[in-house]
């Protein structure tokens, strides 16, 4: 799912991706803007804001991008990669951890259950502040417990 501009660590079928935006400026501060009204709903609209970026940064990258109608799927996004379509479930970060790192979760927001390969093909992880994207295989995750 990868493209132009990108390293990568590679382990076997495993791949974590990173790609550094270029267009971080104005929408990255309106995401960090939105994260500081703090009123009821603002994690919801905090998802909503890197769902936003997420279709810009692919459509950017050249990738074919499908949301699925309402919030029933466990995946965010289909994007098409050419011979393949990878459903895609966008997570983000707004601040870092006292120690400097970020932390998403490969579980959803309502029920705490892990993703699994039959809801998921990657998770795009999104560090606003550092407009930094990860991509990692859902079965990066088949290890962690």
Sequence with gaps: MRKKRTAGESKGDEEVGCHQGEAGGRVREAILKTARYGDKGWRKRLGEAAESAFLAKAIQMGFGVSKPWGDSDRYDFVVDAGGRLWRVQVKSAYSST?????????????NRDPYTAADVD???????????????PIAAFNRIK
């Design 98 to 110: 006292k120690e400097g790192g970020y932390t998403v979760h490969a579980f959803g927001n309502e």
């Design 122 to 136: 990657v998770l795009v992880a999104y560090l606003v502040p550092e407009d930094a994207w990860y991509v990692v």
